[in-house]
């Protein structure tokens, strides 16, 4: 059962384009966003679809694909660990993270066009 320690595994289309950025020494980075979204009937017996975003960051090789193969509103599937950061804006003030560092990633749908 070690392998599933800290495992998030989500299917979902991307919000936006991947930023990519390039730290000292030429280790490069993607952030994505990621929605997800569940259905259910309320007592009403009315339909609801709720959506959830989620914070991705992909390093090195997989921040490439990133770059190169992924366009916002595909469909993609990740495999990952989840993580916390904290940092000071410039107003001074603590802002707290959660993201998932995908491990593997899954092009469920083609490439959207233009």
Same mark, same amino acid.
């Given at each position: 059962m070690n392998n599933l320690n800290n495992t998030v595994q989500l299917i979902g289309r991307l /919000?936006?384009?991947?930023?990519?950025? %390039?730290?000292? /020494?030429?280790r490069r980075y993607a952030?994505?966003?990621l929605a997800t979204s569940d259905t259910y009937y309320n007592k009403a017996g009315e339909k609801?679809?709720?959506t959830q975003w989620h914070n991705l960051v992909a390093w090195g /090789?997989?921040? !490439?694909?990133?770059a190169n193969h992924l366009s916002k509103g595909?469909?993609?599937?990740?495999? /990952?660990k989840l993580g916390y950061r904290i940092y %000071? !804006?410039?107003?001074?003030n603590k802002q707290f993270i959660t993201e998932v560092t995908i491990h593997d990633l899954l092009m469920i749908s083609s490439r959207k066009a233009g």
């Amino acid at each position: 059962m070690n392998n599933l320690n800290n495992t998030v595994q989500l299917i979902g289309r991307l /919000g936006a384009d991947p930023e990519v950025r %390039t730290l000292k /020494g030429d280790r490069r980075y993607a952030r994505l966003r990621l929605a997800t979204s569940d259905t259910y009937y309320n007592k009403a017996g009315e339909k609801v679809q709720e959506t959830q975003w989620h914070n991705l960051v992909a390093w090195g /090789g997989l921040a !490439d694909v990133c770059a190169n193969h992924l366009s916002k509103g595909q469909e993609i599937a990740v495999e /990952g660990k989840l993580g916390y950061r904290i940092y %000071t !804006d410039k107003d001074n003030n603590k802002q707290f993270i959660t993201e998932v560092t995908i491990h593997d990633l899954l092009m469920i749908s083609s490439r959207k066009a233009g």
